[in-house]
């Protein structure tokens, strides 16, 4: 675990739970510049982009289920239908200031195509995804023998959409393979709170519920 | 011999109808020999007429015009009793107060396209060079002819710049021209089940249509008027197999399934034993009394040459460059005409040119008639993002500034 001397700290970071907005929301959001342009895929019901917009951030989306978006081309947002793992592809490259993937990585068929494309499209990428190294996901497969169910993941294994679940130290790893540069990393707890900076890797493999990772391209001198 | 039924004559005489062609019931713009219309066939159209209806008030800024772009069977009427038919307007459930296209707040002009039936100089029009109705003399036209027949009539009213352009099918692909021909002039584009470019199955059943009423021995190579005749089988038979691509196979299953009219055995004839039957035939005869034949030839044929990629090297994203408009893109399940995939690759186009784009697709059986139809869900996006365009463009919850 090399990498940790790379993660810069996120600094002035809102607290979590602020107003209405979930707190994974708002740290994501503080990832993001003032004024830049992002695509959120995967964006759900638009709660991101609504934060994201009520920020001065020129925001769109992409979701895959119709009902998704149609709820948010009625709150007003530019969202279309579309799928992450087949229409990225159509997004031309550096249209995008940021390219956020909230929660949606461990849902797409070729995660790391996917993350190649994010990449591409947008100059930085911010994913956030639920970390199966979390000690509840452990203790349940291996105390319960059954495959873990959380609050955040209460789906059963035959009826989940989510086929490609990672751990913390899995995603490092696949960043430092495609030659990601991470700017920033952050674990958070069960309650979207950050855990502290200065803990090791497996420490935030072990505690972190879920990770967030503020990406962008590597120099080509690996 | 077997009992035969054709599509049964008008009730309405084509005369009360022509009347509409040269004196509508609707304001007329009038563009005299010193305004011609530049055609893309390279004909100069001088004199024409613009025949349009408004609804709502035009704000002190003139920044809360809507225009409506009808489809091609439609007209001006979107919101008040049609002259003709005495029907209500063809999208009242989309226009009026409190709609979606709110009239208390926004601007809603509508004007009969260029080669239409209802007061716009068409083929049913009196050319004023001979005294006599234009038929196939009137010169080929193109969405890109309508769209800046418009653009001039807006010159009239002083508008410079639209709030919106919305349109469906037709209205659809005149509002995505709007777009990429002036993308200065609109602030934001309502595109609803429609393409950039008429597909080879569509042209194939416009073919048909033009055939059937080419067919009728009625037509009279297109100078029926001068017959006291008009093809009203061939325009019937014309707009029964239209209707069929506006509905689906879902649609017709549940709306009539195999059930019989007014009857309980199958007669053993040619008559219009299925209920189906018989609603075709009312749509193939109630059409003919509002629309003339030469003007469905035009119209058909104005879709079928429309292709936006074509006019930017072949490339769709090329015509929305740099675009500012805030655009919606809306497809329906079951539409077969204007599928889906259509829409879609409008928004990787837009998507590709960085504009805002929105786009849904709404589950409905109903299918490419599902725009005109009361579908809550289409209203629900429609209103939202008109109202979120209000906001960045300005206008206040009623529309004025």
Redesign the interface.
């Known amino acids: 675990m090399t990498m940790q001397q790379e993660v810069l700290p996120l600094n002035g970071m809102a607290r979590p739970d602020t107003g209405h907005y979930r707190g994974d929301h708002l740290l994501l959001a503080e990832m993001v510049e003032r004024g830049s ?1 992002v695509l959120d895929v995967g964006c759900g019901d638009g709660d991101l982009l609504q934060l994201l917009e009520s920020r001065g951030i ?1 925001g ?1 989306g992409i979701e895959l289920s ?1 009902e998704g ?2 709820r ?11 799928d992450a793992d087949t ?1 990225l592809v ?3 490259d550096d ?1 995008f200031d940021y390219v956020i993937l909230s929660q949606t990585l461990q849902a797409t068929r070729q995660p790391r195509a996917v993350l190649e494309n994010l990449l591409r499209i947008g100059r930085r990428a911010i994913v956030s995804f639920p970390n199966f190294g979390f000690w509840r996901m452990r203790l349940q497969l291996l105390v319960g023998g059954h495959m873990p169910r959380t609050e955040n993941l209460p789906a059963t294994w035959y009826d989940t959409p989510n086929i490609h679940f990672c751990t913390i130290k899995d995603f490092v790893q696949l960043c430092d393979e495609i030659n990601v540069k991470m700017e920033r990393a952050v674990a958070l707890d069960l309650y979207g709170r950050p855990l502290r900076v200065n803990m090791p890797w497996w420490f935030w493999n072990m505690f972190g519920e879920q990770g967030v990772f503020l990406l962008s391209r590597a120099e080509k001198t690996k | 011999m077997v009992n035969v039924q054709s599509i049964p004559s008008p009730a309405i005489h084509p005369d009360e109808r022509s009347q509409e062609a040269d004196h509508p019931s609707s304001q007329v713009a009038l563009f005299g020999m010193d305004q011609p219309l530049p055609l893309d066939c390279g004909i100069d159209l001088a004199p024409f007429q613009i025949a349009y209806q408004t609804y709502g008030e035009l704000n002190a800024a003139r920044s809360n015009a809507i225009l409506v772009c009808h489809a091609l069977t439609g007209d001006q009427h979107v919101a008040n009793l049609h002259p003709v038919t005495g029907k209500p307007g063809w999208w009242e459930t989309m226009v009026g107060p409190g709609r979606p296209l709110d009239t208390d707040s926004y601007f809603i002009i509508c004007a009969n396209v260029i080669g239409g039936c209802m007061g716009s100089t068409g083929p049913a029009s009196t050319n004023p060079a001979t005294g006599k109705l234009w038929g196939l003399d009137f010169p080929i036209i193109t969405i890109p002819d309508m769209v800046r027949a418009q653009a001039m009539l807006l010159d009239r009213l002083g508008i410079d710049t639209l709030f919106s352009v919305v349109g469906g099918s037709m209205g659809g692909m005149q509002a995505l021209q709007w777009t990429a021909a002036y993308p200065k002039r609109v602030f934001s584009t309502l595109a609803i089940a429609c393409s950039t470019r008429h597909s080879a199955q569509n042209i194939a059943f416009h073919e048909l249509g033009r055939q059937a009423v080419m067919a009728d021995p009625d037509w009279h190579g297109g100078r029926y008027f001068e017959q006291g005749t008009h093809p009203h089988r061939g325009l019937g038979v014309a707009r029964m197999a239209a209707h069929i691509t506006y509905l689906s196979d879902a649609a017709l299953h549940r709306k009539f399934g195999r059930r019989m009219q007014d009857r309980d055995l199958p007669t053993f004839s040619f008559d219009a034993d299925f209920q189906v039957e018989s609603y075709l035939r009312h749509q193939g005869s109630s059409f003919v009394e509002r629309f003339d034949a030469n003007s469905y030839l035009y119209l058909t044929r104005a879709m079928d040459y429309f292709d936006i990629a074509a006019d930017h090297s072949g490339v769709l994203a090329q015509a929305f460059r740099g675009i500012q408009t ?1 655009f ?2 809306v497809s329906f399940t079951s539409d077969w005409l204007f599928p889906t995939s259509e829409s ?1 690759a409008l ?2 186009a837009l ?2 040119s ?1 504009a ?8 409905t059986d109903r299918g490419h008639d599902a725009f005109l139809l009361d579908v809550p ?1 289409f209203f ?2 429609s209103r ?2 008109l ?3 209000g ?1 960045a463009r300005g206008l206040t919850g009623t529309g004025k500034p």
């Not at chain 1, 948010?72 to 579309?82: E, M, P, S, T, Y």
């Not at chain 2, 805002?356 to 589950?363: H, M």
Request: proline share 2%; aromatic share 6%; hydrophobic share 40%.
């Open positions: 342009k020129d769109r119709r978006v149609n948010c081309v009625a709150k007003g947002l530019a969202v279309v239908q579309g229409d159509n997004y031309p249209a | 805030r919606c893109v879609r928004v990787h998507n590709a960085s805002r784009v929105s786009f849904a697709e709404i589950e869900e629900d996006i939202a993002f109202q979120s365009a906001k």
